[in-house]
């Protein structure tokens, strides 16, 4: 039960027939992330409150996303982010 909330309260819920974003939970210039159809799928919103989504494909990246805990998928996700340079400068 207390899993539920806390799933719910996230803003990025993955389905089977898309992602659902819920912007007013979005904290703004916070980076999340769900994996929808075997890619992972970044979104945040900037401080002018404009939604930016990216989707990586990256293989190795997906696998280790997957078998990660939650406490690292961000640091995946960040030395993704600075290898290939994706960083808004």
Known sequence: MFENKLEMSYPLLSEKDG??????KMKS???????????IMLVYKDQNEILNCYE????EII???????????EKILEEYIEKENLRKK
């Open 19 to 24: 992602i659902k974003i819920q912007p007013d």
């Open 29 to 39: 210039e916070t980076l999340y992330h769900c994996i929808f159809q075997n890619k």
């Open 56 to 59: 990586i494909d990256d293989a």
């Open 63 to 73: 696998s280790k996303v997957k078998a990660s805990s939650k406490n690292n998928i």
